[in-house]
């Protein structure tokens, strides 16, 4: 079979989050389990573009509205990345630094869409599937089917895969002339609470749509920032398939970011090295528990409760263990984190920035991992943690729920928690010094939460069997 992904995120090209992990590792698995799979995106202006070889493939023009746009299509020359990368560059648009947050971002991700559609039908062979991610190119299967320029695309088969529906990229019904010519008796599927909605749009017109994990499917039904009554209606095509992570990035055995490889044999002395590292780094005392927080600040991964949770921790257990935070978002958070640095010296750190290579250091010499988030349709850093013998502290939701078992029951090795406040948080990390006091425990643990099977191959094979149902 043949799959081309359309994504706005795909690592290691460009990457905001999750999106980017996913997009970059379940092609190479998909091409492993012997399909094609290609991944188009847009060419953002980023280190990766910059240090590689790119060939045109493709060069084209479009309307969008009252206004025209030359696009070019360019391929990586290498494969380097086990699989097809293409990538768009559209005059004035796309060939910029950052992936979001543009006053034009419905612009951007619109033309994107429109000039993935006019390449895909000079296509010779077209490929078996379309898979879009997220609302970003979530209009595709609707173009698809309803645009009259892209007849010849409507038989080929459309899968949406929702890693967060928190964003729908909700548009004026104004700019529904954005899109080229379209049957207007079919508005009412581009329409949602009277705006157009370009996820609640593809939930309507794609195939089949999953999303990242099975726990967050069902929790769309209850709270999916008001789709809930179309996911009800669109039930019979939704499914629940979980993410892997990337073992050719994410292996402690391998990992070229991390000063000392180990793996869940030498795991003690494995961690030990790396978390020196850390603690010669930030100035903290080895001896101490070392928590960390990686991610995006904003208030979804309940950052927000972060600076109270852990300065109360503070007062109530005293200075006897280290925190590290790493991420950036709502600069009020960013700055009520920092304040904790002066407060707490040589047992806090806060790192405003995005930074792959100290997260995979902080990964492989902390001891705990935090994520009390809100909302996590996956969630991959939990399973990052697992990975490298750090124990993960989640709260029961979508996929935190689904890949975290609590050390309390059968078979377990993380710490699990209701509510995104302090009083759960500060309870886990009660738990986690206690837990930390006890080193066979603690090594157990690693070791079982290093053999989890979270690897990319069970879920690749989930989508081609999906692709297959259609
Ligand atoms: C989004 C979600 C996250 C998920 C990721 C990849 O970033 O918030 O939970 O793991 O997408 O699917």
Redesign the pocket.
């Known amino acids: 079979m043949e799959i081309l992904h359309v994504s706005v995120e795909c690592y290691p090209m460009a990457k905001a ?3 980017a ?2 997009v970059g590792a379940l092609p190479k698995y998909q091409q492993d389990i012997g399909h094609i799979a290609k991944v188009v995106m847009p060419m953002h202006r980023t280190k990766f573009l910059l240090d590689n070889e790119w060939e045109v493939v493709h060069k084209g023009g479009f309307n969008m509205g009252s206004s025209y746009f030359d696009f070019t299509i360019i391929k990586e020359k290498t494969n380097k990345l086990g699989f097809d990368l293409y990538c768009v560059d559209i005059y004035g648009l796309l060939d910029r630094e950052k992936i979001y947050s543009y006053d034009d971002d419905t612009e951007r991700f619109v033309a994107f869409q429109i000039a993935v559609l006019e390449w895909l039908r000079h296509w010779q062979h077209q490929p078996d599937v379309v898979h879009v991610h997220d609302y970003h190119t979530a209009l595709i299967p609707f173009m698809m089917k309803h645009c009259f320029v892209y007849n010849q695309l409507s038989k080929i088969r459309t899968v949406l895969t929702i ?2 529906a928190q964003y729908q990229g909700w548009m004026n019904w104004e700019k529904a002339t954005y899109l080229p010519a379209w049957d207007t008796w079919k508005w009412g599927l581009l329409d949602w609470n009277n705006t157009v909605n370009p996820l609640a749009c593809g939930i309507k017109c794609a195939d089949k749509v999953t999303t ?1 994990s099975p726990g967050y499917m069902k929790e769309l039904f209850q709270s999916a920032n008001g789709l809930e009554h179309l996911f009800y209606l669109e039930a019979y095509k939704c499914f629940g398939i979980i ?1 892997g992570i990337d073992y050719a990035v994410w292996n402690p055995k391998t990992d070229t970011y991390i000063l000392d490889n180990f793996t869940s044999k030498d795991v003690s002395e494995g961690k030990t090295l790396n978390k020196k590292k850390l603690c010669d780094d930030f100035d903290f005392n080895i001896e101490l528990p070392l928590f960390i927080f990686i991610g995006r600040l904003v208030g979804e991964k309940a950052a927000d409760v972060l600076p109270e949770a852990i300065s109360t921790a503070y007062e109530n257990f005293g200075e006897i263990f280290s925190v590290l935070i790493l991420g950036s978002g709502e600069k009020n958070i960013e700055y009520q984190l920092e304040l904790i640095n002066k407060q707490h010296v040589g047992y806090y750190n806060t790192q405003i920035s995005y930074n792959e290579k100290l997260s995979h250091q902080m990964y492989a010499g902390a001891d705990f991992l935090l994520m009390p988030s809100r909302v ?5 850093n939990q399973m990052y943690a697992m990975r490298y013998g750090t124990v993960p502290m989640v709260r029961r939701t ?2 935190l729920q689904d890949t975290v078992i609590d050390y309390g029951e059968e078979n377990g090795y993380g710490i699990c928690f209701s509510h995104a406040n302090t009083q759960d948080i500060l309870q886990a990390m009660g738990r986690a010094l206690e837990l930390y006091k006890n080193k066979k425990l603690l090594t157990q643990l690693r070791t079982r939460m290093m053999s989890v099977e979270t690897n990319w191959e069970t879920s690749a094979q989930q989508y081609i069997d999906l692709y297959l149902s259609i």
Request: proline share 6%; glycine share 32%; hydrophobic share 25%.
């Open positions: 989050g999750g999106l992990d996913v890693h967060n990242v993410n996590e349709p996956c969630g991959l979508g996929g």
